[in-house]
Structures are given as structure tokens and as C-alpha cells.
T-cell receptor, first 112, second 113 residues
Framework: EAAVTQSPRSKVAVTGGKVTLSCHQT?????MYWYRQDTGHGLRLIHY???????EKGDIPDGYKASRPSQENFSLILELASLSQTAVYFC???????????FGPGTRLLVL | GEQVEQRPPHLSVREGDSAFITCTYT??????FFWYKQEPGASLQLLMK?????EINEGQGFTVLLNKKDKRLSLNLTAAHPGDSAAYFC????????????FGLGTTLQVQP
């Protein structure tokens, strides 16, 4: 089974501060994704990547950057954290774009 | 683009009863369909992936029905037990080159003992 890990598991950040969420997968998956989950909105795709050193915008990319320095690692960066970015963030990976996505444990972010 | 509507958003059943969740989608070219389960405070775990035109798939304690003619994906938890209490999400693969899954908003299921 796919192994996707995230760090940190929870974080409290201040408004205007920089936040970096990290994701690591050990299954040689080409595709990696960042989602945020809010009550009533389900999962929304922020950024994704299908190859190292390249990222693509998802449905809600504003206020977020992504970095894919290697096949195994995918980061989500909030340059200027805002209250509205309080949410649970999930990383996922898959073999290809249409296949099963395997999710990490999530990061609970609280911006104060 | 593809849109997925999941119903109901909340569902409460008694232990031993069935729980039925449905997703409808819009793009007839979608071809992979998924059900995920998310227990409270946990991540999403794959329940089942289906892709045939009309298919009934049986898992451990649940049945998935895909009806491509009606563009409907269903999950039926038979004889639900308290351990089934969780959020359930359907997902549909977006055709073409969009490279992503489209998720429903989820159904929160509570099974009363």
C-alpha cells in the first residue's frame, strides 16, 4: 500500500507569516497533489505535480505555492498566511492522473 | 467541466440497517470511479475503484453500483455497524487532459448502536 507522510501534523501560524507543509512518498508515484479540506467544501485541489521540478495549478491555487524538488517530495508554501487558510491539508500521490490517489494523514493548520 | 453531486450530506441509521449514498456526475466520458472512507480525524482510505459500464462490486460489508447510463455511482453499506461511522467521498476521474479526480462533498454517516 502507498506510504505518504506529511509534516508537520499540526501547526499554529500567525497571520502574515510563512508556512511550509511537507509531503513525502515512497512508492515511486509520478503524481502528487495538495488538497485542503473544509467543512462543507469537501476536498479542493490546490496544486499538483506529475514530474519533479514542475508544478501545476489546481482549482484554488491563489495564496499558495508548491515545490516538487524530487519525485518523493512535494511541498506547499503559504508565503503570507491568512485566517482563511485555516483548514486541514492533505497530500496524495498516484501512479497516473486517473488512478487511485493515496492520501497522507493530513496537516491541521490554524492561522491566528 | 465535470461536476459531482453527492447525496445525502448527512445520514443517520441504526445498527443493522442499510446506508445508501449516491453520486451523480455530468461528463459521460468519465471512466474511473472511486469511493473513499474518512474516519473522524483520519485520512482518506480507498474503499473501492470501479470502471466498468454497469457494475456491481461487493466489498466487505458494502456494495458499489455504477450505472453509466444514468451517470450514477452508489455505495450501499449493508447491515451497518458503529465502525462504519465516518465520512464517505465519491470521486470521478476527469476525462481528457485535466489530470485530476473530482470529489463529491461527502456524506457523514452515523450508525447508532
Amino acid at each position: 500500500e502507498a506510504a505518504v507522510t506529511q509534516s508537520p501534523r499540526s501547526k499554529v501560524a500567525v497571520t502574515g507569516g510563512k508556512v511550509t507543509l511537507s509531503c513525502h512518498q515512497t512508492n515511486n508515484h509520478d503524481y502528487m497533489y495538495w488538497y485542503r479540506q473544509d467543512t462543507g467544501h469537501g476536498l479542493r485541489l490546490i496544486h499538483y505535480s506529475y514530474v519533479a521540478d514542475s508544478t501545476e495549478k489546481g482549482d484554488i491555487p491563489d495564496g499558495y505555492k508548491a515545490s516538487r524538488p524530487s519525485q518523493e517530495n512535494f511541498s506547499l508554501i503559504l508565503e503570507l498566511a491568512s485566517l482563511s487558510q485555516t483548514a486541514v491539508y492533505f497530500c496524495a500521490s498516484s501512479w497516473d492522473s486517473q488512478d487511485t490517489q493515496y492520501f497522507g494523514p493530513g496537516t491541521r493548520l490554524l492561522v491566528l | 467541466g465535470e461536476q459531482v453531486e453527492q447525496r445525502p450530506p448527512h445520514l443517520s441509521v441504526r445498527e443493522g440497517d442499510s446506508a445508501f449514498i449516491t453520486c451523480t456526475y455530468t461528463d459521460p466520458n468519465s471512466y474511473y470511479f472511486f469511493w473513499y472512507k474518512q474516519e473522524p480525524g483520519a485520512s482518506l482510505q480507498l474503499l473501492m475503484k470501479v470502471f466498468s459500464s454497469t457494475e456491481i462490486n461487493e466489498g466487505q460489508g458494502f456494495t458499489v453500483l455504477l450505472n453509466k447510463k444514468d451517470k450514477r455511482l452508489s455505495l450501499n453499506l449493508t447491515a451497518a455497524h458503529p465502525g462504519d461511522s465516518a465520512a464517505y467521498f465519491c470521486a470521478v476521474s476527469a476525462p481528457g487532459n485535466t489530470r485530476k479526480l473530482i470529489f463529491g462533498l461527502g456524506t457523514t454517516l452515523q450508525v447508532q448502536p
